[in-house]
């Protein structure tokens, strides 16, 4: 079942070019169904381990996200998103010349990864149901329509990929495509204003991907691997770096503060972009992120990421009461509860309470 919701949004999105109405509905109720359907039929959590084939390309897919994102800040003249691609390119080449050799499983597909599912397919198919009349009043051509409709059926792809892997190297690679498709889409109408927005989103992302770079590099020199389970089963109270940084990258992914910036910029997209980013797909990485690393964190840490989820849940609730423009409102409300949910999420950790489980 997670096969076919990670690999049908990937495969399908090509034959929305084809006939758009009908195949989006299709695959709109196939994703929802198949996610309620395996819910409430989850009994135990599944676990495999991909070929090494799909280890070799994942790379070449890295590589080619991180020299786009090189070319991206190069062309725009933006010394960010230039400096932190080649960042990454070095950090990433750095960590292949490691060797790790303590193994696991690539896919762990538990209790929680089902509840995503809900949320994603759920969710974001009612989005994409919406996008279909929304799009007709954009001034774009078919294609582009069409191409938007895909896009958003990629993005649902990615994030079920993306909640279903134990690999931190695989996480990195699905982490920095929804950076990617955040950038397309926020940047989508072209504009000034929108390809400003969609940059800024792009670095802002970027600093998420470092800090998942230098949590690996921890990770391996340390602990001996690049899987989440191990680096949790093995953790050491005196080696919290790579816990510490995943945090961080799930705080950028979350927009907290001062990482809002770029998801208040997204309003500038498509009224569907702006839903997709806040309800069903990119920022819940974030509390979900927290989730898997909870029962690693000792109460230092756990203390400190609740204590600033708390701080950005009430700023950012403050800001949001001196605003009269609905959608910076709704921005800065999602801020506020994903901060929330990061909080409450941090506290149920294992040396403190069996509550991550139930989460």
Known sequence: MQTLLILFPLLFSPFIFLEKKFTTFFAVV???????????????????????????????????????????????????VTLL????????????????????????????SSVMYLVINIV????????LEYIKS????????????????????VINFIVSTNNIEIFFMLFEFTTLFSYLLIG?????????????????????????????IF???????????????????????PIALLAIAAFVKGASIPY?????????????????????????????????????????????ITLFGSFVFFAASLMALGKDYFKEILGLSTIALLALMMALASIGSRRLSPLHLYL
């Open 260 to 304: 809002e910036r770029w998801l208040l910029g997204a309003m500038v997209a498509p009224t569907p972009v702006s839903a997709m980013l806040h309800s069903a797909t990119m920022v819940k990485i974030a509390p979900y992120l927290i989730l898997k690393i909870a029962p690693a964190m000792n109460g230092f840490v756990s203390v400190t």
């Open 138 to 157: 954009e001034k774009f051509s078919e294609f582009k329509k069409r191409g938007f409709i895909a896009l958003l059926f990629l993005f649902l792809g």
């Open 30 to 80: 196939l994703l929802s169904a198949s996610s309620i359907i395996y819910f409430f039929d989850f009994t135990y959590s599944i676990t495999d381990t991909l070929p090494h084939i799909y280890h070799t390309i994942f790379i070449y897919l890295d590589f080619i996200l991180l020299f786009f994102f090189l070319a991206r800040g190069v062309i725009q003249k933006n010394n960010l």
């Open 124 to 131: 974001g198919g009612v989005i994409i149901i919406y996008s």
């Open 188 to 216: 989508y109408r072209g504009d000034e204003v929108a390809v400003q927005n969609s940059l800024r989103a792009l670095w802002m992302n970027q600093l998420g991907g470092v800090a998942i770079l230098i949590a690996l």
């Open 219 to 241: 990770s391996i020199t340390h602990y001996d691997t690049i899987y989440f389970d191990t680096l949790i089963a093995n953790i050491q109270d005196t080696h919290l770096i």
């Open 85 to 112: 691609a080649l960042l990454q390119l070095i950090l990433y080449s750095f960590i292949l010349s490691l060797d790790a050799t303590t193994t696991s499983n690539d896919i762990v597909v538990d209790k929680t």
